[in-house]
């Protein structure tokens, strides 16, 4: 697999690298416990400054999710119906990503258990989530 060439903030490096191995990171407030995603140099629940990375379990449960049908830009025409989604990890932080292998968006509802998988994309791997088995 090549390597995630890296070119964002300097924060969000271990995400990127995490994302290359196939790990899914996000950090945990060494002050609070709060537990979040996207990397940010401050915990978002009460602004500590030191945390650790953690590694995540791979288990979701689907908060929400939309169906694009018309793309919302020129750009995305060839990629139309996509879906968009709102996932909560076990661990607690909540990412936006992808809902992949749904042949039956009407058995898809809040609270559906997931699991983590991965895409890739020019090169790079996503983490995407599907309906746990």
Known sequence: MNAVSFE?????????????????????CLACGHRWLPPSEECPSC???EWEIQKASGVARLISWVIYHVPPHPDFTDLVPYNVALVELDEGPRTITNLTGVDDWESIAPEKKLELTWETYEETPLARFRVAR
Do not use: P, T
């Open 8 to 28: 964002g903030a300097e924060i969000e490096r271990f995400y990127w690298e995490g994302l290359s191995e196939k790990e899914l990171r996000f950090q945990h």
């Open 47 to 49: 602004l500590g400054s």
